[in-house]
């Protein structure tokens, strides 16, 4: 019994190594010159890019700050949120950021703050500027260049990453279509980003751009500076916001801290930022048409073109089909094939349908 035993846990543990790991995404260096040194990029792309059967479609790109921890929670949020039907957002590349000195890329300006010794506390701070332009002139050419990208662009960051992504807006609103900025550290260099955000929205009109702000929850005895981060945030929401032109939306955690907010906000912001894409599925089977109305509405609202990925029309053609309707599900058909002319599968559906 020993003997059987042993063999067994021989086989079982041989099998365990046998497995090949699960891995998110590919992982890429590429040179900056703007930065002068190799950054590390990891990009998942979606499910079926590189499916034979699917023609080559294009999808929009959103840019992961502090890769080395929210590429995953992005990534495995995206592939969730496209795999059935019902689906509060579209499929996207999904390319994180890996970091290299956060405070020196994610910060606007130099910040002059001592710690009890005496020294500068964020000595390397201030390459904002630096990083976007790396952003925006090497990283985007290359992802566009070796992926099919809608040019459709959104950027995701969180704490100094949220401060880079409010920056970004306020300064350089053209860099990204959305921004995703959770718990950001408005409270930066005595509130700078907040008092820029207080003059441009005074003189500057930002159209056609999306932002989702997340506000951790701080305990009522927390330190004082924490509170003023929380209180600052607030302000730009409630004060500043609603005076713009900015599709925005907000919302406060009160179950999450600063360090766990990033995992419901990064979800809450995909469903807040595609708001009117979802389709409503069980009134297709009736009026097929309302596939390409739902896109039409929501691509005028985004002042952006946007058409329902593959994937997703092979699943409303399937569901059309489950409950007998043979005639929109031609319909849904025809109009999938009018958006993916080299589609395999489709084209099958369509020989097979005759």
């Known amino acids: 019994m020993k003997n059987l035993l042993s063999v067994i846990i021989t086989f079982f543990f041989s099998l365990l190594h046998a497995q090949t790991p699960y891995t998110i995404g590919d992982t890429y260096?590429?040179?900056?010159?703007?930065?002068?040194e190799d950054r590390i990029i990891d990009v998942q792309l979606p499910q079926n890019y590189s499916n034979q059967d699917f023609a080559k479609g294009k999808y929009p790109v959103v840019y992961v700050l502090d890769g080395d921890t929210n590429f995953s929670l992005v990534g495995s949020l995206e592939r969730f949120s496209?795999?059935?039907?019902?689906?509060?957002?579209?499929?996207m590349i999904v390319v994180g950021i890996r970091n290299i000195d956060r405070t020196k890329d994610y910060t606007p300006t130099k910040s002059l703050t001592k710690s009890k010794d005496n020294k500068l506390q964020y000595e390397t701070s201030g390459g904002a500027d630096n990083f976007l332009n790396f952003i925006n002139n090497?990283?985007?050419p290359f992802i566009n260049k070796k992926f099919r990208t809608t040019g459709f662009n959104i950027i995701h960051g969180h704490s100094f990453g949220?401060?880079?992504?409010?920056?970004?807006?306020?300064?350089?609103?053209?860099?990204?279509?959305?921004?995703?900025?959770?718990?950001?550290?408005?409270?930066?260099?005595?509130?700078?980003?907040?008092?820029?955000?207080?003059?441009?929205?005074?003189?500057?009109?930002?159209?056609?751009?999306?932002?989702?702000?997340?506000?951790?929850?701080?305990k009522p005895d927390a330190q004082k500076d924490?509170?003023?981060?929380?209180?600052?945030?607030?302000?730009?929401?409630?004060?500043?916001?609603?005076?713009?032109?900015?599709?925005?939306?907000?919302?406060?955690?009160?179950?999450?801290?600063?360090?766990?907010?990033?995992?419901?906000?990064?979800?809450?912001?995909?469903?807040?930022?595609?708001?009117?894409?979802?389709?409503?599925?069980?009134?297709?089977?009736?009026?097929?048409?309302l596939v390409q109305e739902t896109y039409v509405n929501f691509s005028k609202k985004m002042n952006y073109t946007f058409l329902p990925e593959e994937s997703?029309?092979?699943?409303?053609?399937?569901?059309?089909?489950r409950i007998n309707q043979e005639e929109n599900t031609s319909k849904i058909l025809d109009y999938s094939l009018k958006i993916y002319?080299?589609?395999k599968q489709l084209k099958t559906m369509k020989k097979n349908e005759k």
């Open 29 to 36: 260096t590429i040179h900056s010159n703007i930065l002068n």
């Open 82 to 91: 496209t795999k059935f039907l019902f689906r509060s957002q579209p499929e």
């Open 138 to 140: 090497e990283l985007k």
């Open 162 to 218: 949220g401060l880079f992504a409010v920056y970004t807006l306020v300064n350089h609103p053209d860099s990204f279509n959305a921004y995703i900025a959770i718990d950001p550290s408005l409270w930066w260099d005595n509130k700078i980003v907040f008092k820029q955000a207080q003059e441009k929205f005074k003189t500057t009109t930002i159209q056609n751009k999306s932002l989702y702000v997340a506000l951790a929850h701080e």
């Open 226 to 289: 924490r509170l003023e981060h929380g209180n600052t945030i607030r302000k730009f929401c409630e004060e500043l916001l609603p005076t713009t032109q900015i599709y925005s939306s907000w919302k406060y955690y009160p179950d999450y801290n600063h360090g766990s907010v990033p995992i419901p906000a990064s979800y809450d912001a995909m469903v807040a930022l595609f708001k009117g894409i979802e389709l409503p599925i069980r009134d297709i089977s009736q009026k097929p048409e």
């Open 312 to 321: 997703l029309l092979l699943e409303v053609i399937k569901y059309t089909k």
């Open 341 to 343: 002319p080299d589609s």
